[in-house]
């Protein structure tokens, strides 16, 4: 029972007209609470009392003249309520039901857990676990199954109307609620004369004018479960219409994959089933009870849809035919990535789903075979397909020649290998005609990819060297996130350890980082390596050396540089790529011990190595890659910028849907790209020579841009290292099947001006080439952070200190004289702490304060951009080097912010998103002075009234986009008083 809620005492019971209970003219039986537990487009829902029992319910008002005409829809409602209340655990039960002069109330059970919505957006990582989607499910289908038994469509099946009774939210306490469009249907159908229900949910059929049934709830039951696994919806866009398409055609992707790790193969094809166009094989509920996923069985498939979904991608290495008796090799499976490009539509590697090669296996398939067949096979987890059906179908199959490649046609999938001086290396593709870029393409990869792992002597300690080397790592390299799932990942990164330990293998890793220095002279302080490389590259080392000395056949690290994939998009030529690349391998050579051989450095163009470039080049002359920037151009990277593009990139027009479906993972990556390159070209002389509107549109360009390499990149460096560790800068969760690496060791670096809640959401870790590094004198830690605040330290007049000679390395000819690192003697033994100083001998520091008020100019209901008002009237700013600004508002119905300084947009959609929350006309105890009073202070609570803004050298040190905001809540206007306080050093 609910607690006597705060809101009480209740409305005043009025008078019954009709009621299921009550005879006419008698005082209602309920009192009704002011808590609005919810509400819909023409009613809203109470918690209520009985005061005869005691007993408290949910009581849904319809007001009568909102209504008029929708009686017959109401009376259906009460009489599906009635067939099915009692009859089920798991359907909302109807108590009660009565008339009064101006309403209609239902009264149900109370459900005191809130809905599944609500608790899926509550969920720490914004969707369910398996084991609770499969609570969920079954609970949703038994009662949904029990409706249909009973001729009755619910219509409305969506989160928000799945509740719960129970407090705790458990699938058992799962009720399906609110039948407001359910219909009690004849010969098993019914026909649609308006639609209904919530668009997203809605089955293809539901937009035709035909007769429906029980799978429109089936359909809608598919996109529950689809959300409830990975926290999005399937079919979502900007307009109807395109949301209708998508519907329309189930156009639907179990992407980004990241979202879909740890999700068995059993939720996809159960979810499938439910997406079925054709109604009448779609899957039922009373089927849907039995299904592998609901039960936790497993998937069964058969022998042909296994083998089809095998073959669709796959790089192996097997044995020559001719030295199948003497020699040992091994294998690999790994998907190709899928895209249609816009140049050709059936690049070999790009006609499969685009997840396959940027997700590599987790669950994968290793083991001994004999001279008949794999010797050692390695498999994506969604292939399920035996070794002895994947030798059969390639063994058995006719062979032809084709420029320089044996092509087997596999039925549905097409094989090309080639021949080595000791082995097969080869991949399987859907079958399609190859144009000459697609075999030289093939070709090109299969002789730039490190597949070719021969096992050089069985180790039997394999399996205790991969947890060695994996708790090694998991306790020196490993860097934890925020939302940090190292525990289910672990798993998967012994056993790729254990592919090469268990083969007395040297391990080799591949981590795709230092591109080049950021072009923004407020991050670091030149364009080489500095000591910040020095250090990544000497904890690189460190690891190796770790690793060799419990694993003596060692470690391989791959550095490969992705400087020239995206450098024409951060302003840097190409050259420029060129020459860090070459310093940091001179920096790597001073530093290595002798004979350390440890880390390998690769880039772009050692992907697409081939004597054979010729054969393409008229073909590339028509293929444009995106600059956005003017930068000066290498022609062999350029070349291969397009060879990358046509051949990895993924969807183009996919991922444009992406970025505009709400709350779409690929929407945030794409907003952090964007606010990431809006700092990062801030201070170049293009950001200079354009308006804020223009740069704004050509940061988005650029930010789509370069999701789309990073994509394609990705896809390439799975496929030219098929089998490394692989590891990444990023903070990724560690599930797999990336783990990311903290390049600068805590233990000696610390990190100021971070917000490291900020970076963990947008995957970033501080790294040597978007900052500097320096030290403090009498600090044992190096303090990693953009280079403008060692400026800031260099140009105050309190603090000594500055390049330090003795640190300047002398590598070779290319490396003197550019290699930097800081130390900074502090006269007051400064602590630097983001953006502003702290002295423990504060009395050799003259700090000072300022205190005046102001009144802005009247203003109505609306967010205004006050900046330049609150400059002109804190002349005192002016005065100080280094300080705080406090600005405090005398009001309780208005509020301060800082935010969006641009588009006007932003402000509108701020004021009429605060009347969501607080809106005017809802009910409050407090409505003395007017029904804008009560939501104002509601507002000014919520937005705030007091700003703290850092001053730098007599100017408020904001953000490229930030202004200072003033909300007003009032619909009248208003002059609001502000008291500006600022503390700080004076020039």
Same mark, same amino acid.
């Given at each position: 029972?609910?607690?006597?809620?705060?809101?009480?005492?209740?409305?005043?019971?009025?008078?019954?007209i009709r009621?299921?209970?009550?005879?006419? %003219?008698?005082?209602?039986?309920?009192?009704?609470?002011?808590?609005?537990?919810?509400?819909?487009?023409y009613?809203k829902?109470?918690?209520?009392?009985?005061?005869k029992?005691?007993?408290?319910?949910a009581?849904?008002?319809?007001e009568?003249?909102l209504?008029?005409?929708?009686?017959?829809?109401?009376?259906?409602?009460f009489?599906i309520?009635?067939?099915?209340?009692?009859?089920?655990?798991?359907i909302?039960?109807?108590?009660?039901y009565?008339e009064?002069?101006?309403?209609?109330?239902?009264?149900?059970d109370?459900?005191?857990?809130?809905?599944l919505?609500?608790?899926?957006?509550?969920?720490?990582?914004?969707?369910?676990?398996?084991?609770?989607?499969?609570?969920?499910?079954?609970a949703?289908?038994?009662?949904?199954?029990?409706l249909?038994?009973h001729?009755?469509? $619910?219509?409305?099946?969506?989160?928000?109307?799945?509740?719960?009774?129970?407090?705790?939210?458990?699938?058992?306490?799962?009720?399906?609620?609110?039948?407001?469009? /359910?219909?009690?249907?004849?010969?098993?159908y019914?026909?649609? $004369?308006?639609?209904?229900?919530?668009?997203?949910y809605?089955?293809?059929?539901?937009?035709?004018?035909?007769?429906?049934?029980?799978?429109?709830?089936?359909?809608?039951?598919?996109?529950?479960?689809?959300?409830?696994l990975?926290g999005?919806?399937?079919?979502?866009?900007?307009?109807?219409?395109?949301?209708?398409?998508?519907?329309?055609?189930?156009d639907?992707?179990?992407?980004?994959?990241?979202?879909w790790?740890?999700?068995?193969?059993s939720?996809?094809?159960?979810?499938?089933?439910?997406?079925?166009?054709?109604?009448?094989?779609?899957?039922?509920?009373?089927?849907?009870l039995?299904?592998?996923?609901?039960v936790?069985?497993?998937?069964?498939?058969?022998?042909?849809? %296994?083998?089809?979904k095998?073959?669709?991608a796959?790089v192996?290495?097997?044995?020559?035919?001719?030295?199948m008796?003497?020699?040992?090799?091994?294998?690999?499976?790994?998907?190709?990535?899928?895209k249609? +490009?816009?140049?050709?539509?059936r690049?070999?590697?790009?006609?499969?789903?685009?997840?396959?090669?940027?997700?590599p296996s987790?669950?994968?398939?290793?083991? !001994?075979?004999?001279?008949?067949?794999?010797?050692?096979?390695?498999?994506?987890?969604? /292939?399920?397909?035996?070794?002895?059906?994947?030798?059969?179908?390639?063994t058995?199959?006719?062979?032809?020649?084709e420029?320089d490649?044996?092509?087997?046609?596999l039925?549905?999938?097409?094989?090309?290998?080639?021949?080595?001086?000791?082995?097969?290396?080869?991949?399987?593709? *859907?079958?399609f005609?190859?144009?000459k870029f697609?075999?030289?393409?093939?070709k090109?990869?299969?002789?730039n990819?490190?597949?070719?792992? =021969?096992?050089?002597?069985?180790n039997?300690?394999?399996?205790?060297?991969?947890?060695?080397?994996?708790?090694l790592?998991?306790?020196?390299?490993?860097n934890? +996130?925020?939302?940090d799932?190292?525990?289910?990942?672990?798993?998967s990164?012994? #056993?790729?350890?254990?592919?090469?330990?268990?083969?007395?293998?040297?391990?080799?890793?591949?981590l795709?980082?230092?591109p080049?220095? &950021?072009?923004?002279?407020?991050?670091?302080? +030149?364009?080489?390596?500095?000591?910040?490389?020095e250090?990544?590259?000497?904890?690189?080392?460190?690891?190796?050396?770790a690793?060799?000395?419990?694993?003596?056949?060692? @470690?391989?690290?791959?550095?490969?540089?992705?400087?020239?994939?995206?450098?024409?998009?951060?302003?840097?030529?190409?050259?420029?790529?060129?020459?860090?690349?070459?310093?940091?391998?001179?920096?790597?050579?001073?530093? #290595?011990?002798?004979?350390?051989?440890?880390i390998?450095?690769?880039?772009?163009?050692?992907?697409f190595?081939?004597?054979?470039?010729?054969?393409?080049?008229?073909l590339?002359?028509?293929?444009?890659?995106?600059?956005h920037?003017?930068?000066?151009?290498?022609?062999?990277t350029?070349?291969?910028?397009?060879?990358l593009m046509?051949?990895?990139?993924?969807?183009?027009?996919?991922?444009?849907?992406?970025?505009?479906?709400?709350?779409?993972?690929?929407?945030?990556?794409?907003r952090?790209?964007s606010?990431?390159?809006c700092?990062?070209?801030?201070k170049?002389?293009?950001a200079?020579?354009?308006?804020?509107? #223009?740069?704004?549109?050509?940061?988005?360009?650029i930010?789509?841009?370069?999701?789309?390499?990073?994509?394609?990149y990705?896809?390439?460096?799975?496929?030219?290292?098929?089998?490394?560790?692989?590891?990444?800068?990023?903070?990724?969760?560690?599930?797999g099947?990336?783990?990311?690496?903290?390049?600068?060791?805590?233990?000696?670096?610390?990190?100021?001006?971070?917000?490291?809640?900020?970076?963990?959401?947008?995957?970033?870790?501080?790294?040597?080439?978007?900052?500097?590094?320096?030290?403090?004198?009498?600090? *044992?830690?190096?303090?990693?952070?953009?280079?403008r605040?060692?400026?800031?330290?260099?140009?105050? *007049?309190?603090? !000594?200190?500055?390049?330090?000679? *003795?640190q300047?390395?002398?590598?070779?000819?290319?490396?003197?004289d @550019?290699?930097f690192?800081?130390?900074?003697?502090?006269v007051?033994?400064?602590i630097?702490?983001?953006?502003?100083?702290i002295?423990?001998?504060?009395?050799?520091?003259?700090?000072s304060?300022?205190?005046?008020?102001?009144s802005l100019?009247?203003?109505?209901k609306g967010?205004?951009?006050?900046?330049?008002?609150?400059?002109?009237?804190?002349?005192?700013?002016? =005065?100080?080097?280094?300080?705080?600004?406090?600005?405090?508002?005398?009001?309780t119905?208005?509020?301060?912010?800082?935010?969006?300084n641009?588009?006007?947009d932003?402000?509108e959609? @701020?004021?009429?998103?605060?009347?969501?929350?607080?809106p !005017?006309?809802?009910?409050?105890?407090?409505?003395?002075?007017?029904?804008d009073?009560?939501?104002?202070?509601?507002?000014? &609570?919520?937005?705030?009234?007091?700003?703290?803004?850092?001053?730098?050298?007599g100017?408020?040190?904001?953000?490229?986009?930030?202004g200072?905001?003033?909300?007003?809540?009032?619909?009248?206007?208003?002059?609001?008083?502000?008291?500006?306080?600022?503390?700080?050093?004076?020039?």
């Amino acid at each position: 029972m609910s607690p006597e809620p705060d809101v009480w005492p209740p409305f005043q019971a009025p008078k019954i007209i009709r009621s299921s209970s009550q005879d006419a %003219n008698k005082e209602c039986p309920y009192v009704l609470s002011k808590k609005v537990l919810g509400t819909g487009s023409y009613s809203k829902v109470y918690e209520c009392r009985n005061t005869k029992t005691g007993a408290h319910y949910a009581a849904k008002q319809y007001e009568k003249r909102l209504i008029y005409g929708m009686e017959s829809s109401l009376q259906s409602e009460f009489q599906i309520l009635k067939q099915v209340s009692f009859g089920h655990k798991n359907i909302l039960s109807l108590i009660d039901y009565f008339e009064t002069q101006n309403h209609l109330y239902l009264v149900t059970d109370l459900a005191l857990g809130g809905d599944l919505f609500d608790k899926i957006c509550e969920s720490r990582e914004g969707k369910l676990s398996v084991r609770d989607t499969r609570d969920v499910l079954s609970a949703a289908l038994s009662g949904l199954s029990y409706l249909h038994s009973h001729k009755i469509v $619910h219509r409305d099946i969506k989160a928000e109307n799945i509740v719960f009774a129970s407090s705790s939210s458990k699938p058992s306490s799962l009720l399906l609620a609110d039948f407001g469009l /359910a219909v009690l249907v004849k010969d098993n159908y019914y026909q649609v $004369h308006e639609q209904g229900g919530t668009l997203s949910y809605m089955a293809p059929e539901c937009f035709l004018s035909c007769a429906c049934s029980f799978p429109v709830d089936m359909w809608a039951v598919g996109v529950l479960t689809y959300y409830m696994l990975c926290g999005y919806m399937p079919f979502d866009c900007d307009s109807d219409e395109e949301t209708k398409d998508l519907i329309s055609k189930a156009d639907f992707i179990f992407e980004p994959t990241e979202y879909w790790e740890g999700v068995p193969e059993s939720a996809k094809d159960f979810i499938a089933n439910c997406f079925i166009l054709d109604p009448e094989k779609r899957i039922t509920a009373s089927e849907a009870l039995n299904h592998p996923f609901v039960v936790n069985a497993p998937l069964a498939r058969s022998s042909s849809n %296994n083998i089809s979904k095998m073959l669709q991608a796959a790089v192996w290495k097997l044995h020559s035919l001719q030295n199948m008796q003497s020699q040992t090799s091994s294998t690999q499976l790994t998907q190709g990535p899928s895209k249609v +490009s816009s140049v050709s539509s059936r690049l070999s590697l790009n006609n499969l789903p685009s997840s396959s090669i940027a997700s590599p296996s987790i669950d994968r398939l290793l083991g !001994e075979r004999d001279d008949n067949r794999f010797l050692t096979l390695r498999k994506q987890k969604f /292939a399920n397909t035996s070794e002895n059906e994947i030798w059969e179908a390639l063994t058995s199959s006719k062979a032809v020649e084709e420029a320089d490649l044996t092509v087997r046609d596999l039925s549905e999938c097409k094989a090309f290998e080639k021949v080595t001086a000791d082995s097969v290396v080869g991949v399987i593709t *859907e079958k399609f005609s190859p144009s000459k870029f697609d075999l030289w393409f093939i070709k090109t990869v299969l002789n730039n990819s490190y597949i070719r792992h =021969n096992l050089i002597k069985y180790n039997g300690m394999g399996a205790y060297y991969a947890e060695v080397i994996t708790d090694l790592f998991e306790k020196s390299l490993r860097n934890i +996130s925020k939302e940090d799932r190292w525990g289910e990942g672990k798993a998967s990164f012994l #056993k790729c350890v254990e592919f090469f330990t268990s083969r007395n293998l040297p391990i080799e890793s591949v981590l795709p980082a230092f591109p080049c220095k &950021s072009p923004n002279p407020e991050k670091v302080a +030149s364009c080489y390596p500095d000591m910040a490389e020095e250090l990544a590259i000497k904890r690189i080392i460190k690891f190796v050396q770790a690793v060799q000395k419990v694993y003596p056949p060692g @470690m391989k690290f791959y550095l490969v540089s992705d400087g020239h994939v995206f450098s024409d998009c951060i302003h840097v030529d190409d050259d420029m790529v060129d020459l860090y690349f070459k310093k940091l391998e001179a920096l790597y050579h001073r530093v #290595k011990p002798n004979e350390f051989d440890g880390i390998i450095f690769r880039g772009l163009n050692d992907c697409f190595r081939s004597t054979e470039k010729e054969f393409i080049a008229d073909l590339l002359r028509e293929v444009d890659v995106d600059h956005h920037i003017p930068t000066q151009l290498d022609k062999e990277t350029e070349f291969n910028r397009k060879v990358l593009m046509l051949g990895c990139d993924d969807n183009a027009d996919l991922l444009r849907k992406q970025i505009k479906t709400p709350n779409h993972p690929r929407l945030y990556l794409y907003r952090g790209f964007s606010k990431f390159m809006c700092e990062d070209l801030a201070k170049t002389e293009i950001a200079k020579a354009v308006s804020k509107k #223009k740069y704004k549109k050509l940061i988005s360009a650029i930010a789509f841009e370069m999701i789309r390499r990073n994509d394609a990149y990705s896809n390439l460096v799975e496929l030219i290292f098929p089998f490394h560790l692989r590891f990444s800068i990023h903070a990724h969760h560690n599930a797999g099947p990336k783990f990311g690496i903290r390049l600068l060791d805590p233990a000696i670096c610390t990190v100021a001006g971070h917000d490291q809640n900020e970076e963990d959401r947008l995957l970033h870790i501080p790294t040597p080439w978007h900052n500097s590094i320096f030290k403090m004198d009498n600090s *044992e830690k190096f303090i990693v952070s953009p280079s403008r605040l060692a400026d800031e330290l260099d140009a105050n *007049e309190k603090v !000594e200190g500055g390049w330090n000679e *003795e640190q300047r390395f002398a590598v070779s000819s290319l490396i003197s004289d @550019m290699h930097f690192a800081w130390t900074l003697f502090a006269v007051a033994q400064a602590i630097f702490i983001f953006n502003a100083f702290i002295w423990k001998n504060q009395s050799s520091i003259a700090m000072s304060w300022d205190q005046t008020s102001f009144s802005l100019s009247p203003r109505s209901k609306g967010c205004y951009l006050i900046t330049d008002e609150v400059v002109r009237s804190v002349p005192q700013i002016k =005065n100080y080097k280094v300080g705080l600004l406090n600005l405090f508002l005398q009001h309780t119905s208005a509020g301060l912010t800082l935010n969006e300084n641009c588009d006007p947009d932003v402000r509108e959609d @701020m004021t009429s998103s605060l009347d969501r929350i607080a809106p !005017e006309g809802d009910y409050y105890i407090h409505a003395d002075e007017g029904p804008d009073d009560m939501p104002g202070h509601v507002k000014s &609570s919520t937005v705030g009234v007091s700003l703290t803004i850092p001053i730098s050298n007599g100017r408020l040190a904001t953000g490229t986009w930030q202004g200072i905001w003033l909300c007003e809540f009032r619909r009248y206007k208003h002059s609001r008083k502000i008291v500006a306080t600022i503390q700080g050093e004076k020039k």
